[in-house]
């Protein structure tokens, strides 16, 4: 089915078409890696994924700064972009060196295709990458979408109970958590907002954070980025169509968190709206740890304070987003959104 809308659907360059090939092959390879990895050494199943950390929000809410901040507590386990990429060595590889290497020259390519991109996601070898990298080996979740055009392969994926593919990940970890230690997760990806019910089971201990922003803004961003990433690989890019594909997808996702947000045990989940965070990080994530009984010590402190230090936001510059451009009217898509907008973004009026 991914073949077959890639083929289809997703208007792919001669570039385009070596990257999906090139891609896929790595995908399939993960696979066989870990599936060989685990039968050499069954152990790896009784490995304990223990009360992870997992956020779960739109693409410009703050999800992304959020995770890395977590990500430098010494204490957290966090999947660096390197590892997301290849996550089991090639055989006589012991260093990870070559797949850090490896990684770096695929993020030159990115950068020097898409130089304004790091001004919208910076990433780098050691960022907190998220779990839908993993979830792409078994040819599931959202990954495929944010690269190529794929509507046919995304109401395939919405149609299948997703399940065994989390069930999936959580293997994956238990193998990385084998390989290069760590007890306890950070995770991350807009996904999980459709798929709650099954994250629970998954992953039934864990802390969920649910990150809200107004979805006018968050639209707009998110299809921006989208519309510019997909010079990588599509011959002609259509930002009004890649535009409205994800305000129908941002519409599912948070049709989805309406929907099952009460399914998150209350004493195990937190809202962060977008604002609050950006107002007073270190609270924000001083409640964040209060509920996951995780310590907010001085050293955490002073690696989140190292964090913002040697990254600090916006350092690349901003970007003028155009509604207008997108083929987006902020009022339709407010109206649209006006659900999710109420429960989670505006304020009530205070009673007089």
Not at 168 to 195: C, D, F, N
Not at 278 to 300: C, H, K, N, S, W
Request: aromatic content about 8%; overall charge negative.
């Amino acid at each position: 089915m991914l073949c077959a809308s890639l083929r289809a659907d997703a208007g792919l360059s001669e570039a385009g078409t070596a990257i999906v090939f090139e891609q896929l092959v790595g995908n399939l390879v993960n696979r066989l890696r870990l599936e060989e990895l685990i039968t050499r050494h069954p152990e790896i199943e009784d490995v304990t994924v223990q009360r992870p950390i997992i956020i779960c929000g739109l693409p410009r809410t703050g999800t992304t700064h959020l995770h890395n901040l977590i990500a430098a507590d010494p204490a957290i386990r966090y999947l660096p972009y390197w590892e997301s990429l290849e996550p089991v060595a090639t055989p006589g590889e012991a260093d990870p060196q070559a797949r850090r290497d490896r990684c770096a020259t695929g993020l030159e390519l990115v950068n020097t295709s898409m130089p304004e991109f790091k001004r919208m996601h910076d990433m780098t070898v050691d960022h907190a990458h998220e779990e839908i990298q993993l979830l792409a080996n078994d040819i599931s979740g959202m990954l495929f979408e944010t690269t190529y055009y794929l509507p046919t392969f995304a109401a395939h994926y919405k149609a299948h109970d997703q399940a065994p593919s989390y069930a999936y990940l959580k293997r994956t970890l238990q193998a990385l958590q084998w390989l290069r230690g760590g007890t306890r997760w950070v995770l991350k990806s807009p996904q999980h907002l459709e798929q709650f019910p099954t994250l629970l089971a998954t992953f039934p201990d864990a802390t969920f954070v649910v990150t809200h922003r107004d979805p006018v803004e968050v639209t707009q961003s998110m299809a921006t980025m989208i519309s510019y990433a997909a010079r990588m690989a599509c011959a002609r890019p259509d930002p009004v169509k890649i535009s409205q594909y994800w305000l129908d997808r941002a519409d599912d996702l948070l049709t989805g968190c309406v929907r099952d947000r009460d399914v998150l045990p209350a004493e195990q989940s937190i809202d962060v709206r977008f604002d609050d965070f950006m107002a007073d990080e270190e609270a924000t994530v001083a409640r964040i740890y209060d509920l996951a009984g995780q310590p907010f010590d001085a050293r955490t402190r002073q690696a989140m304070a190292a964090f913002r230090t040697e990254h600090p936001r916006g350092r690349y510059g901003g970007v003028l987003y155009q509604p207008a451009d997108l083929g987006l009217d902020p009022n339709a898509v407010a109206t649209r959104l006006g659900g999710y907008r109420t429960r989670f973004v505006v304020e009530a009026p205070e009673e007089s």
